[in-house]
């Protein structure tokens, strides 16, 4: 299988997650519409040089998330809002298998047992993990309310702003009180 040197994520990113080939080393396994294929680079990294790519980072987007949620453990981020890309994880980053679950994709779920879920996603794809329904479900709705929260802060509010008939004069000078304004 041919192994790809970089990606970026975007809207057919379904999710990223860690494999590590014959010989031990850790690659990033990543379904993609309705493909998959490994990525020389770990989960973690593909995220950070996606987020840098929109000017933020994963450390920002992690404590972004972490002043709007409270602070939860393995928080989601979101990466990009205009296309709508909120991933979440099923365990800590830090966790090779982590798995990164877009939000967008994730259609349904079903507990199959006490502590494993099947996920239904964008694409036709089910993803088993070893996870109970409710918790999934929870790192999900996680997700969303940061989506929520998030579009609703990017909308703000509608300002005017109004031209002063009299312009302002403004004068540096020095000492305590630097500026005279008249």
Same mark, same amino acid.
């Given at each position: 299988?041919?192994?790809?040197?970089?990606?970026?994520?975007?809207?057919?990113?379904?999710?990223?997650?860690?494999?590590?080939?014959?010989?031990?080393?850790?690659?990033?396994?990543?379904?993609?519409?309705?493909?998959?294929?490994?990525?020389?680079?770990?989960?973690?990294?593909?995220?950070?040089?996606?987020?840098?790519?929109?000017?933020?980072?994963?450390?920002?987007?992690?404590?972004?998330?972490?002043?709007?949620?409270?602070?939860?453990?393995?928080?989601?981020?979101?990466?990009?809002?205009?296309?709508?890309?909120?991933?979440?994880?099923?365990?800590?980053?830090?966790?090779?298998?982590?798995?990164?679950? +877009?939000?967008?994709?994730? &259609?349904?779920? %079903? /507990?199959?047992?006490? #502590?494993?879920?099947?996920?239904?996603? @964008?694409? !036709? *794809?089910?993803?088993?993990?070893?996870?109970?329904? +409710?918790?999934?479900?929870? &790192?999900?709705? %996680? /997700?969303?309310?940061? #989506?929520?929260?998030?579009?609703?802060? @990017?909308? !703000? *509010?509608?300002?005017?702003?109004?031209?002063?008939?009299?312009?302002?004069?403004?004068?540096?000078?020095?000492?305590?009180?630097?500026?005279?304004?008249?």
């Amino acid at each position: 299988m041919e192994v790809l040197t970089d990606y970026i994520i975007n809207e057919e990113t379904v999710l990223l997650t860690g494999e590590y080939n014959e010989n031990g080393k850790l690659y990033a396994r990543v379904i993609h519409g309705e493909d998959t294929f490994l990525i020389d680079m770990k989960p973690i990294e593909i995220i950070n040089e996606t987020m840098i790519g929109l000017g933020s980072d994963f450390k920002t987007g992690r404590k972004s998330a972490r002043r709007l949620l409270g602070n939860v453990s393995m928080c989601p981020i979101k990466v990009n809002c205009n296309l709508g890309i909120w991933l979440f994880p099923t365990k800590s980053y830090n966790d090779d298998f982590c798995i990164w679950f +877009s939000l967008m994709h994730v &259609k349904n779920t %079903k /507990a199959l047992g006490i #502590r494993r879920t099947e996920v239904e996603m @964008s694409y !036709g *794809h089910h993803v088993v993990i070893q996870m109970k329904e +409710s918790s999934f479900n929870q &790192k999900r709705k %996680k /997700a969303e309310d940061l #989506r929520e929260k998030m579009i609703k802060n @990017s909308k !703000g *509010h509608i300002t005017f702003f109004v031209e002063s008939k009299t312009g302002i004069e403004m004068i540096e000078g020095e000492g305590i009180k630097r500026y005279t304004l008249k």
